[in-house]
C-alpha cells in the first residue's frame, strides 16, 4: 500500500521557520514527480513547490519564492520544504503528492501536516 507521511508542521511566530518532511513507501520514488501543497478552511488546494522526477526541474508558487525550499532524496524516498521568514497567511495544512511521470492517475496524497503561524 502506498503511503506518504508528512511530518514537521507546528507552531511557530512569524519569521521563523520550518522543514516540512514527506516519507514515501511502496513507490518506485524516482519515477514520480513530487509537490507540496497546502490547503486552507474554506478555499482550494493550492501548489507551494514541486519537484520533477527527471532533471529535478523545481517550480515555487510566486508566494514563496525566495522563502521556501524544495528538494527531494531518491535514495532515501523522501521529499523536504524547507520554509523560511513564515508570515501568518503560510498557516494551513501541508500536503505531499506524488504523481507518476508518465502514467499520472497514479497520483497519491499524505494526510497533511499542520503549519501554524502566529503573529
Known amino acids: 500500500q502506498v503511503q506518504l507521511v508528512e511530518s514537521g508542521g507546528g507552531l511557530v511566530q512569524t519569521g521563523e521557520s520550518l522543514n516540512l518532511s514527506c516519507q514515501v513507501s511502496?513507490?518506485?520514488?524516482?519515477?514520480?514527480?513530487m509537490s507540496w501543497y497546502r490547503q486552507t478552511p474554506g478555499k482550494e488546494r493550492e501548489l507551494v513547490a514541486s519537484?520533477?522526477?527527471?532533471?529535478?526541474?523545481?517550480t515555487y508558487a510566486d508566494f514563496v519564492k525566495g522563502r521556501f525550499t524544495i528538494s527531494r532524496d531518491n535514495a532515501e524516498k523522501m521529499l523536504y520544504l524547507q520554509m523560511n521568514s513564515l508570515k501568518s497567511e503560510d498557516t494551513a495544512v501541508f500536503y505531499c503528492n506524488a504523481k507518476h511521470r508518465y502514467y499520472t492517475r497514479h497520483d497519491y496524497w499524505g494526510q497533511g501536516t499542520q503549519v501554524t503561524v502566529s503573529s
Open positions: 511502496q513507490l518506485a520514488f524516482s519515477n514520480y514527480d
Open positions: 519537484i520533477t522526477a527527471i532533471g529535478g526541474i523545481i
